[in-house]
C-alpha cells in the first residue's frame, strides 16, 4: 500500500497536520556515508516559503535519523528518517470540513477510510509528503554516485508554467487572475549504462511513471518526444545508431528503447495540475446539507505546485534508478569506500633547490619519484577539511608538501583534478587531488 521498489524499497508514513511525516528505506547497501547536512540542499530546493508562488508555511524540514546509520555510515538496516512539523494552522480545515475542495482528495479519501482519515491539509494525501521522497533521493543519488564513479547525473528544470516559457510571466497571469496554475518540469538522466530496465512489466518507463505518480498533482508523462511522436513518420522519428557504445544522433525515444536504457540521456517531461486549493469561488458540495454552495480556499497553498516539483521529480527518479542498478547488480550491497584508496602519488615532492628552480621556470613541477605518505597535510586550506574529517576518522593529514615555504618568494596554488573521483566517488568531487603543483612569484 505504502510502499515502492523490490530491492531499494521504501516506505512512506505520516499526515501534513500530524507529528510528522518519515520514510523507511529498506535494502540500502552498507557503509554509505551519510549525515543530516547531506540532505539539507535538496531540502530546501523543495520547501514553502522561498519563493513567490509557493505557500507561507515554514517548516524547518531537518532529517532526524532514527535507525540505519552509525558513525556516520549506512548500516544495512532499514534506514528511517523522520521530520517534525512544527508550522500547522489546523483551524483553517476545521471550517471546510463538511465542504471537499474539488480536484483535492478529500472526497475520495472520506469514503475509502469511512471518515476516519485525518482530513487536516490534507493528511497523508498531502503534498508536505514530498519531503520523504527528496529525503530517498538524496540516499538514491549516493548509491548511484558510489557505482558510477560520480558519472550519473539526475537533473529536473521548470519547462512551462501556466503555458508560458517565460516562468515570470506565466507566474504572474495567476497572481492577476488570483488562481492557481500548473505547469511542465523535465527531468534528464545522464551517463546511465545500457540495459536498466525489463521488457513490459519492468520497462524502466513503466518504473519512473509509477513513481512519478506518487507525486501529488501530476497528471501527465512523456519520454523523448512523447505525444509529438504520433504526428511523425517513423523515418523522423527512428534514432539512428551512431556508435559501438548505442550514441544516437538524435534522441527521440528519450534514452529508452524496449523498455531498456540505450545508454543515450534519459529525457521526459511531467505536467503538474493546478493546484486545487485556489482561493477563486468554486461550487461545490456540502456533504452536511446536501445542497451545492459557493466555495473559497482558505488557509497557505501553494499557487504553483510545479514549482517545488524539481527536486521532487529528481528524487524518485533516483530511487527508480537505484532499484534498477540494485536489481542489474551494479551495486554491491556493502559500499567500503575505505577500499576505493590506490596509493599513488597525488602532491609531487619537490625537495632539492634545482627542482625547485625548474618549477619556478615552468610554472608546475611533476617530479619522477616521490615519497608519497598517503595524506595532506592538514595546515593546507581547504573547504573539505571537514569532510575528510568525517569519512576518516578525524585523520586529516592528506599529503605533506616537503617544502618550507617560508624560504620562498612565491605562492604556491594547488590544481584538484576530477581525476580523484575515482578514488573518491562518494563526495561528489569534494575532495582534491593536487596532479600538479603550480608555483607563481609573489606580486
Known sequence: MNHFGQYFRVSIFGESHGAGPGIVIDG??????????????????????????????????????????????????????????????????????????????????????????????????????????????????????????????VSSNIAEIGGEADLERGLQRAIDEKDSVGGIVACTVEHLPIGLGEPFWNSIESLISHAVFAIPAVRGIEFGTGFAAARMFGVQHNDAIANADGQTTTNHAGGVVGGITNGNPLSFRIAIKPTSSTPKTQHTLNWETGEIEDFSVKGRHDLCIALRVPPVLEAVTAMVLADAMLAAQLVPRVIDLSRQWVPSPMVYHITTQAEWHHALATGSYLAPSVAHEGFMHASLHYQTLGVLQRYYGGQTDLVKLCIDTSQLQCELRYEWADSMQQYFPHVYGAIPCAAVVRVEPVA
Open 28 to 153: 540500502c547497501p552498507a557503509g554509505l556515508p551519510l549525515c543530516e547536512d547531506d540532505f539539507l540542499p535538496d531540502l530546501e530546493r523543495r520547501k514553502g516559503g522561498q519563493q513567490k508562488g509557493t505557500t507561507p508555511r515554514k517548516e524547518d524540514d531537518y532529517p532526524l535519523f532514527k535507525s540505519g546509520i552509525f558513525n556516520g555510515l549506512t548500516t544495512g538496516a532499514p534506514l528511517a528518517i523522520f521530520f517534525e512539523n512544527n508550522n500547522t494552522r489546523s483551524g483553517d480545515y476545521e471550517k471546510q470540513r463538511a465542504v471537499p475542495r474539488p480536484g483535492h482528495a478529500d472526497f475520495v479519501a472520506n469514503k475509502k477510510f469511512g471518515g476516519f482519515e485525518d482530513y487536516r491539509g490534507g493528511g497523508h494525501f498531502s503534498g508536505r509528503l514530498t519531503v520523504c521522497l527528496v529525503a530517498a533521493g538524496v540516499v538514491a543519488k549516493r548509491i548511484l554516485a558510489a557505482a558510477s564513479g560520480n558519472a550519473i547525473a
